[in-house]
Each structure stands twice: as structure tokens, then as C-alpha cells.
């Protein structure tokens, strides 16, 4: 069964895109969330390569994301690094990486958390207020809401 | 120390120096009220008291405050708060008052609504009660309580009764509390223990605590007691049970330090027998009183008026 996974690994790091991103060492289980950050649905039209449970060398075991023709910003890496803290951004362009880069989640992080308190300022549809949490601690994750101080650690995205 | 914060909105944004600046700053306050019952330092200044909530105490506290820096108040309660404002948002409703009022003080159900109107407000906001959340006046008075009493809060043997897994001053005290050499013993039913993360904050800043589901009052400086309410329980009969358990009464005054106080933010029901209130023990009388100095010093240091 291992081996299977560790096969199919190997395949999946040795077939390249032409241009796009490869998302690795995101949290096991994680690539449908880091999907719907960057908004990609059954409608795709180009190649979408999704590996889940593979093994690690790092983390234990982890899901890695191929995605063609696509670009990323930083608003969707300070999503990612939410729930993916260790994943690798690489940029591939004529199926050369020409950039690399870990996400960084940053000391705040406006507008992608969904407060849990639903007595929270932040869920009363009215008021002008975002949602913002931050970075109390990072390993393991704290985040607190800025307005209800609610703590939590297993963060749920905005929809 | 230097004076920076414009806003009060949660006891978690003051540093232990701050708090202390606050509570040097109130004993200077009651011993001017004491010289003269009102002062002018406030004079010609308004104070909107927005009350989207009942509580009669914590607004009459800071009117009276206004009103003995000289001051002025406008504003309504809950019974006052017009279909028009309720169906306004927070936001709107503030940015209008911020032109009216030279500091504002508001209660809100709703948790975080504070933060969200100092946002919007260009006049100071004294966070009077969002919901479940904050009340950070009330743990400033709580703690100058204290210090009055025995000086400071250093070396103090701390026991907290009642409802300690959803009452909001037992959390901001404690909050507040930790940043102290103290030691603290919670004592409440096992169904209203006190949360995970609240022990977890103070055993990492090595602070010893007891917790206990027996009422015992023995080696406390004070004894900070809350109210059980009726709606946590399910069952009314377990809610009996448990009340009639965590009464302090006289005789559970025996095991008691000599110097020891017992406080209570009120309104009481029945956690604490009448018979207490004329031993030498009750301090929490005082303690409301107490809300008068700290919410005047405070209206000045958010005013950037300096009194010393
Ligand atoms: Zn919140």
C-alpha cells in the first residue's frame, strides 16, 4: 500500500507542468480548502493534478496541488499559510520553477476567518465590521478575534 | 508613565503598568473627592452614556463620575433606545454621537461591538459591557478594591466562587489578575468550572492554582464570589442543589483569615447570606462605591485631562 503512494509520488514530482504553481507539503487533507481559496471548482478547463496522503519526508504526510496555467497573490498565500502553515508555493514557468517560496502567516489576517461566536460583531450582517483575527501563537495555532476575543485554533474559512 | 491609551475597551489591552498607572491614579481621585465632592476638571465637557442594554448601576456610576468632574450626560437606556436607533447600526449610530459627545460610554449585547465604535468614534469609548465579552471598568474597580485594601496585589492568596466557566468578571479579573505574583484557588459546581484555556494561560506564567467543588474558605485574602445562575442548568433540581451549596454564610466566615474581604460585583441574589453584610469581612458595598474614583480617573486620562 506504501508503496503504491511512494510510486505515485515519484510520478507526481517528476511530471511537470508547463506554466503554473505546485503547491507542496500542504497539511494532510487540506488541498480541497487550498482549492476553494483559489476558487477552483469542476469548471477548470486546464490540468489539475491533486495528491492526497502521500508520505513526507517533513510532515508525516501531506497533499500536494499541480495547478496549469495559474498564478497565485499574496492575499491567497495569507490564506493558505492559515491552514496549510507549512505548504511551498512553487511558480513554474517553460517547466522551469523560477520561484519558491513558503507561505508566511502574517501577524493579522483580515477578512478570511469566520468568527465561531455568532454573537460576535463580526457575524451581525449590518455592521461594517471584517473580520480580523490575530496570531496570539503560531505553533500550535492561536488566533483571536479582534473584536469578540474568542480563541481558536482550528480556523474555518469565510464562504 | 505616560498616558497613551485613547480608548478602553478591553482589560487584555493594559499592561501591568497601566493598570497600576490607573489604580495610582483613582486613590489620587478619591482623595480629592474626599477634599471636595465635586470638582471642575470636567467642566463644560459631555459624556454620552449609550445604553443599548439595561444596567442602571454601571450607568449611574459613570453619571455620578460625569457629574462630580463637573461634567455633563446625555444618553439612554435600553427602555429609551427608540425603534430608530434600534435599527441602526452600531456604526451609524456612533459616528452621529462622536459630534454630539466629548467621551462616549456604551453597553451593547452584542460581543465586540466596543471595538467596532471606537472605530468610528473620534471622541474617547469606555467600554461599558459587550455582552459576554468585556467590562473592563468593572475589573480596574475590582482590583483598586483590592489594592485599597491591602496595599497592593503582590503575594495575595486569591479564592473565586461562583460561576466560573461563563461569568465575564471572573474571566477579565483573572485576565487581569495573572499578570500578578498571586495565588488563586477556583472553587465552583463541576458543571461551572472554570475553562481549559483559562488554567492552561495561568499555570504557563507559573501561577499556583487550586481548583476545588467544595466551598472552603480557608487561607484567602479574598474571597471573590459570583452569582449561579438558574439558566446554566437543564435541570431545576440540579440548580437547587448546587445553589444551596456555594451560599456564604456565617458560618463558612470561621475558616476565614482575619484580614480576609469578600467582594462581589452585585447585584447579589443569594451566594451570600444577609448576615455577612455586617461582618467585618464584607467589602462589596465598597466596591461598588469604589466605581466612582476609578471611573473619574479614567474619563480624565482618556480626556487628556491631567489631575496630579
Ligand atoms: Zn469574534
Known sequence: ?159 | MKWTKKHIISINDFSRDEIDFVLEKSELMEKKLKDSKTSSLMNGRILANLFFEPSTRTRMSFEVAMKRLGGMTVGFDDLSVSSEVKGETIADTIRVVSDYADVVVMRHPVEGSAMLASEYCNSPVINGGDGANQHPTQTLLDLYTIKKEFGGLDGLDLCIVGDLKYGRTVHSLTSAIEKYDVKLKFISPKELKAPRQMIKSLVDRRIPVKESTKLNLRDSDVVYVTRIQKERFPDPQEYMRVKDAFIIDQRSLEALRDTAIIMHPLPRVSEISAGVDETKYARYFEQAKNGIPVRMALLCLVSGIKFW
Open chain 1, 1 to 159: 500500500m506504501i508503496h503504491v503512494a511512494c510510486k505515485q509520488h515519484r510520478e507526481l514530482k517528476v511530471e511537470m507542468i508547463k506554466n503554473g504553481i505546485v503547491i507542496d507539503h500542504i497539511r494532510p487533507r487540506r488541498a480541497i480548502d487550498v482549492l476553494r481559496i483559489l476558487g477552483i471548482d469542476g469548471s477548470f478547463g486546464y490540468a489539475l493534478t491533486i495528491a492526497m496522503n502521500v508520505p513526507s519526508k517533513h510532515i508525516g504526510r501531506k497533499d500536494i496541488l499541480k495547478v496549469e496555467n495559474r498564478d497565485i497573490d499574496t492575499n491567497e498565500i495569507n490564506k493558505i499559510a492559515v491552514i496549510a502553515p507549512e505548504a511551498t508555493i512553487n511558480i513554474i514557468k517553460d517547466h522551469r520553477v523560477v520561484k519558491k517560496e513558503k507561505v508566511t502567516l502574517p501577524e493579522t489576517i483580515v477578512g478570511i476567518i469566520q468568527c465561531p461566536n455568532p454573537k460576535c460583531i463580526t457575524n451581525k450582517e449590518r455592521e461594517p465590521a471584517e473580520s480580523v483575527f490575530l496570531v496570539k501563537q503560531k505553533e500550535p495555532l492561536i488566533l483571536r478575534c479582534k473584536y469578540c476575543e474568542r480563541e481558536i485554533s482550528s480556523p474555518i474559512m469565510l464562504s
